[in-house]
């Protein structure tokens, strides 16, 4: 089985609240079905959750009042834009629903814990996927937190141990430094413990790569010895085809584990 995470910049336009890249997701929906082969989606919320997140300061938990309103609308955003991915996934032929993370897992304290795995492990035995989403999650000791669909991926893991783990992006790869505003930035085709290692010892880029190292590591924690985690473009038509396929293409891999 394999890991997909459809990330909120390709399924959404980051930059306008509640815009849905339906034909993006269409094309990839059915990218993955060519393929084959048997996967478990996850998805960000882009625009339907960052917005009104970083508006109301919903990613520090509980605050004051006004943030509930706030956390109920994410919420229902959230869930508005899971139902139209699980709508293209049915209408090209792969049977999925909708399953709120908050649902069969619990926060405490911004650890996501497994509560309840047993609706999740049903759903798939029947051959539905349950599709998952980065939401704000209710959290024993902060109120309520946002977990990211990365937390969601990590969590799923534990639960299925897949063969190989792909998140899909607006971007070729991991780069060392902002390829928008630097022309000497290069794009970094493995990725492994030691390297990880190596760019956060490097001084003179340390400042900008924070973003880059951070990603880096939750892309080698999901890694094992025989599982690899791979970052792809999901805006180059035929690309993640290509790699459910196992063709070589332009992408990011991390391998070998945190070891
Ligand atoms: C964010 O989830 C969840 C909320 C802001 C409510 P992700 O972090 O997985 O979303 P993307 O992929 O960055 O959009």
Do not use: W
């Not at 394999?2 to 094309?27: A, M, P, Q, W």
């Not at 959750?49 to 229902?76: R, S």
């Not at 970052?231 to 070589?248: H, I, M, S």
Request: proline share 4%; aromatic share 4%.
């Amino acid at each position: 089985m394999i890991l997909i995470k459809l990330g909120g910049s390709v399924i959404t336009d980051k930059s306008e609240y509640r815009k849905f890249n339906k034909e993006t997701v269409s094309r990839l929906a059915d990218e993955i079905k060519r393929s084959g082969k048997e996967v478990i989606i996850v998805h960000g919320a882009g625009s339907f959750g960052h917005v009104l997140a970083k508006q109301y300061a919903i990613q520090n938990g509980y605050a004051n009042d006004e943030q509930i309103p706030v956390v109920a609308q994410i919420m229902q955003d959230t869930r508005a834009l899971s139902g139209m991915v699980t709508e293209v996934l049915n209408g090209s032929g792969i049977p999925a629903v909708s399953v709120a993370p908050g649902s069969c897992f619990v926060l405490d304290g911004g650890k996501l814990i497994i509560d309840n795995e047993e609706p999740v492990r049903r759903l798939k035995e029947l051959g539905i996927m349950p599709v998952m989403f980065g939401d704000v999650v209710p959290d024993r000791k902060t109120r309520f937190a946002i977990v990211s669909g990365d937390q969601v991926m990590e969590k799923l893991c534990e639960m299925y141990d897949p063969e190989k783990v792909i998140f899909v992006s607006d971007i070729d790869g991991l780069y060392d430094r902002d390829p928008k505003k630097d022309r000497k930035a290069r794009m970094i085709g493995t990725v492994t413990k030691n390297k990880l290692d190596e760019i956060a010892s490097d001084s003179s880029v340390a400042d900008v790569t924070g973003g880059v190292k951070g990603k880096m590591e939750s892309m080698l924690r999901m890694t094992t010895k025989d599982r690899p985690c791979v970052l792809v473009n999901g805006n180059a038509p035929e690309r993640l085809y290509r790699l459910l396929k196992g063709e070589t293409v332009t992408c990011t891999i991390a391998k070998g584990g945190m070891e």
